[in-house]
């Protein structure tokens, strides 16, 4: 089973134009579990339209997108797109070069990535990738009546089979880069823990964890670990009660309610669940000026033990977790945003060795035989 220990791991998106640029960035910042980089400064990368390619019906024009299902030609791209995807679904190996892969005309940070490591020796734990959920890419495409796609049950399927797919064809591409560690996909989805809000209406229980449990059962089967990534707040049960390998979470702002679905975290704990603590803040640039690592190390600490009171030796819950960023830092400053991805760093760090002086204590206690 694979246990992170503190390791650092971040959210994609970047202040940045330049994929290169970027990737640098990640490579030196966090070179043990690099990730592609989601540019929301290029219309086209925007986290609703940067995973709709592919899609029957897809409008794209003057930076602005819907899906049109009353063109005439809808019925039969809708028709191409199942023939499509069943054809993967008997055999694989066609799902490489489908319209499922991404492309660099909205996800160039992929391909700057592998590009970058292909001639490289392996010197990283595992690579990490992400597409936006299901749920908050229902609400946020439209189609041409200004209606969300997610209420039209063809439409959500398909969604769902479209960002299944391209979660799995990331893990197809990242494994040859990862010897036996499986690739990480996070799939962003705040919408996860928004449903009953204004913006959810109508939308059940059911088809929130039912709509992620497809796409995380997709990446788990192609041989990755799911993580799904909220950096909202609100019913935290679904998503612990779900199969993701990780739940990325604001414990800056939000981990007081995140400890009262106790139940849950205990389950999810026990079963070897990891959690990303997005403990350096990334909404307000003047809370992340004035902080420092000792404090968010400190308040850190402190979640810990919370959590170890609900059974849990701080030892087992340090193995099982990663230190985060509460979400992606592509709407600040360039450099309020590098003070992230250090700070992110600069905490994983003391917790890594907070857990090294946690073994050795163990193993100094620990009886002779």
């Known amino acids: 089973m ?47 339209r940067q995973f709709l390619s592919g899609f029957p019906g897809l409008i794209d024009e003057n930076n602005r997108y819907w899906i049109d299902t009353a063109v005439d030609s809808f019925e039969e791209e809708m028709t191409s797109f199942y023939s499509d995807y ?42 990490k990738g992400q597409i936006t959920g299901p749920i908050t890419t229902g609400i946020g495409v439209k189609d041409q009546d200004n209606r969300s796609i997610i209420y039209d049950d063809n439409l959500r399927d398909m969604l769902i089979k479209l960002l299944t797919l391209k979660g799995r064809w990331q893990v197809n591409e990242l494994k040859k880069y990862t010897g036996r560690n499986p690739p990480i996909i996070f799939i962003d989805e705040p919408g996860m823990v928004s449903f009953g ?34 950096c909202a707040n609100g019913d935290w049960g679904p998503v612990l009660s779900s199969k993701a390998d990780i739940v990325s979470f604001d414990s800056y702002f939000y981990f007081d309610n995140f400890i ?34 000792d404090m968010l190390f400190e308040k850190w600490q402190h979640q810990l033990k919370q959590i170890s009171t609900l059974g849990f ?22 450099e309020i945003a590098l003070k992230v991805i250090r700070l992110t760093v600069e905490v994983a760090q003391k917790a890594q060795k907070l857990l090294r002086n946690s073994t050795d204590k163990l193993e100094k206690n620990r009886p002779k035989p």
């Open 86 to 127: 069943m054809q993967i679904e008997e055999n694989p190996i066609y799902l490489e070069k489908s319209r499922f892969k991404l492309d660099d005309d909205t996800a160039a940070g992929f391909s700057a990535l592998t590009d970058n490591i292909k001639n490289q020796p392996f010197s990283f734990v595992t690579l």
């Open 260 to 293: 009262l679905f106790k139940e849950q975290l205990i389950n999810y704990l026990s079963r070897g669940g990891i959690l990303a603590w997005g403990i350096v803040p990334t909404s307000d640039p003047l809370i992340i000026a004035q902080t420092d690592s």
């Open 197 to 230: 809000s204004s913006a959810f209406m109508g939308i059940s229980r059911e088809t929130v964890s039912d709509s992620v449990a497809e796409v995380i059962n997709g990446i788990q089967n192609e041989g990755g670990l799911a993580g799904v990534h909220i």
């Open 2 to 48: 694979f246990k992170p220990e503190c390791l650092p791991i971040l959210i994609g998106s970047l202040p940045l134009s330049d994929h290169k640029e970027a990737v640098r960035t990640f490579l030196s910042m966090t070179p043990d579990i690099p990730l592609w980089p989601q540019l929301p400064q290029l219309p086209r990368e925007g986290m609703i």
């Open 313 to 334: 030796p701080e030892k087992q819950i340090m193995e099982q977790t990663f230190i985060a960023p509460s979400c992606g830092t592509g709407s600040l400053p360039p």
